[in-house]
């Protein structure tokens, strides 16, 4: 009737079959592969806008364009850079929406959400300066209330002196 199947026939189904699964699990892992470089790309291109935004003044601009990097990458890089820059913005001396405490979060952020970053020496000394420059603003509007307490308590000073003045002339003797 019919012969034995020789031993190269044996496992002719057994490679067939595990070409398939490589294959299938190529394509998928291309698929993963693809969608990660399209992530990465658009994150790419958010930075450049924002970058470009933030040149031409526009920092509102550039700021929510940061934020769309942060959202798309909120564990990874450039999450991380974009939050450094958008400290950067919140702490730049030409934004007219200047705020040292909104540049602090982002860089106290950095830090944690991003313990790993190239950034995070640079973030933990802006932090550090941030820091003492709030204090030191408190503390000018300290003295500012001092001397303007000072320069009340002066004028009320001058107006007693002025007071007795007046009073020294009437008690002299006319002539």
Same mark, same amino acid.
Request: hydrophobic residues 40%; charged residues 30%; aromatic residues 6%.
């Given at each position: 009737?019919? +012969? +034995?199947?020789?031993?190269?026939?044996?496992?002719?189904?057994?490679?067939?079959?595990? !070409? !398939?699964?490589?294959?299938? !699990?190529?394509?998928?892992?291309?698929?993963?592969?693809?969608?990660?470089?399209?992530?990465?790309?658009?994150?790419?291109?958010?930075?450049?806008?924002?970058?470009?935004?933030?040149?031409?003044?526009?920092?509102?601009?550039?700021?929510?364009?940061?934020?769309?990097?942060?959202?798309?990458?909120?564990?990874?890089?450039?999450?991380?850079?974009?939050?450094?820059?958008?400290?950067?913005?919140?702490?730049?001396?030409?934004?007219?929406?200047?705020?040292? +405490?909104?540049?602090?979060?982002?860089?106290?952020?950095?830090?944690?959400?991003?313990?790993?970053?190239?950034? +995070?020496?640079?973030?933990?000394?802006?932090?550090?300066?941030?820091?003492?420059?709030?204090?030191?603003?408190?503390?000018?509007?300290?003295?500012?209330?001092?001397?303007?307490?000072?320069?009340?308590?002066?004028?009320? !000073?001058?107006?007693?002196?002025?007071?007795?003045?007046?009073?020294?002339?009437?008690?002299?003797?006319?002539?």
């Amino acid at each position: 009737m019919g +012969k +034995k199947r020789g031993e190269n026939g044996k496992y002719l189904f057994l490679h067939g079959a595990c !070409l !398939l699964v490589v294959l299938l !699990l190529s394509v998928s892992a291309g698929c993963v592969t693809h969608s990660a470089f399209q992530k990465k790309w658009l994150g790419d291109k958010h930075l450049e806008l924002a970058e470009n935004l933030e040149s031409q003044g526009n920092y509102e601009g550039a700021l929510k364009a940061y934020d769309e990097v942060v959202r798309l990458f909120p564990g990874d890089s450039p999450g991380d850079r974009a939050l450094f820059h958008m400290g950067l913005i919140w702490a730049h001396p030409d934004n007219p929406q200047r705020n040292n +405490k909104k540049a602090l979060k982002c860089f106290r952020r950095l830090l944690s959400d991003f313990p790993r970053s190239a950034l +995070k020496d640079e973030a933990r000394v802006w932090v550090s300066a941030i820091n003492e420059l709030i204090r030191c603003n408190g503390r000018v509007e300290d003295l500012g209330e001092a001397v303007s307490t000072v320069e009340k308590r002066l004028n009320a !000073l001058k107006e007693v002196d002025i007071g007795i003045e007046e009073k020294k002339r009437e008690d002299l003797p006319r002539e």
